[in-house]
């Protein structure tokens, strides 16, 4: 990580006059991918509508074919732009097609449709995202080598000693990829995003940062451009950002996404029966929960390394090898929230935040 954050390809404080760069971001048709492009406007936006609404090729994402490739994209948050600074803006859109109908790819408007339904309940969501930093192939403090073990043990200079010293590590043995952490984690500060922490993983090159608390549909706009925010960094630093559940096949820990629940309800004096049944009518949808939880999960979802079984519901109090885990001062204090551990880290915050406050407050 030897770019830093400061060193930007071009003058981050470049005066612009007036004019104001607005950088339009969109989720391409694979669902998982990125897409930006700039928009120069006369004024400072202060709120989503106040961002003209553009349109892209869409043949180009996967979203459109050539005969008819106009894709519009609609403006829905907007966020200061950490790598252009000064009055740029990031803004987050949606995706629909000229006739005002939202792509096939676009999940953000089933999730506001549903959040809608449940404005009083205050639905409070905080992501845990995991991910994994590669560079020239390899995680970061992971060998480079093209070397094969032929048929014996992986033993070689360099190699990673098995998972203990790493989580939390201190150390420049233990520690890589602290400096795009940081970087990450100042970036999405800068943006306005409702980030509230970061820490090193399990597994060696892997990290974790967290979102929220986020009310309803906020969880899904925060978390999706803390992402982009994450690739940027990663193009500065020539690092590549993995979203992989299991990015290395093996002892070794997934990467997940940690999506912790509570309604006003459950935050209450005596909302722990509430969280309890709510944690009952996510048993009985088990298998629906989990078929959009991510894919490739059933990777890493193995009832190992701080997984459940991906085909068994399970629950308990502190333990982090359920399905849903109740924290213990939720039980001590009779309210509060629990932990969904089942999402994948590449899942999609727009379908499975929803799906919680369905099946767990709309569903009789």
């Not at 987050?92 to 549903?114: K, Q, V």
């Not at 929960?289 to 308990?316: A, C, I, K, P, W």
Request: proline letters at 8%; aromatic letters at 10%; a negative charge.
């Amino acid at each position: 990580c030897s770019r830093k954050m400061e060193n930007y390809p071009y003058p981050p404080d470049c005066d612009h006059g007036k004019r104001v760069l607005l950088e339009y971001v969109w989720i391409d048709g694979t669902g998982q991918n990125y897409r930006s492009k700039t928009k120069v406007v006369e004024t400072e936006p202060k709120t989503p509508a106040d961002c003209p609404v553009w349109n892209y090729d869409g043949s180009s994402t996967y979203q459109a074919m050539g005969h008819d490739s106009e894709v519009y994209i609609t403006p829905r948050a907007i966020f200061n732009d950490p790598f252009r600074r000064g009055n740029s803006k990031l803004v987050l859109c949606d995706c629909i097609t000229p006739a005002g109908e939202p792509l096939s790819s676009n999940t953000r408007a089933a999730a506001a449709a549903i959040f809608e339904q449940c404005k009083e309940l205050e639905p409070w969501f905080g992501i845990e995202q995991e991910y994994t930093l590669f560079k020239d192939g390899a995680p970061l403090g992971w060998p480079r080598s093209n070397a094969r073990s032929f048929g014996g043990p992986c033993v070689q200079l360099g190699y990673p000693g098995p998972q203990g010293p790493y989580y939390c590590g201190a150390g420049y043995d233990v520690s890589f990829g602290r400096a795009f952490s940081d970087a990450h984690l100042k970036a999405c500060l800068y943006a306005g995003v409702t980030i509230s922490g970061t820490n090193g993983e399990v597994m060696p090159g892997q990290w974790e940062y967290q979102v929220g608390p986020c009310v309803g549909i906020d969880s899904g706009d925060h978390l999706h451009i803390s992402r982009y925010i994450a690739h940027r960094v990663g193009e500065l630093m020539g690092i590549v950002v993995s979203l992989d559940p299991k990015p290395v096949p093996g002892d070794w820990n997934g990467a997940g996404c940690h999506t912790n629940f509570s309604t006003k309800p459950m935050r209450s004096p005596g909302g722990f029966k509430v969280i309890l049944d709510a944690v009952e009518k996510l048993g009985k949808k088990h298998m629906k929960h989990v078929e959009v939880y991510g894919e490739g999960n059933e990777r890493r979802m193995t009832g190992q390394h701080e997984t459940s079984r991906l085909d068994e519901f399970s629950s308990g109090v502190a333990n982090r090898g359920c399905s849903v885990r109740i924290p213990r001062f939720t039980e001590r204090d009779d309210c509060g929230y629990f932990e969904d551990r089942r999402p994948a880290s590449n899942m999609d915050p727009y379908v499975v935040t929803p799906l919680i406050v369905e099946t767990c407050c709309l569903d009789a």
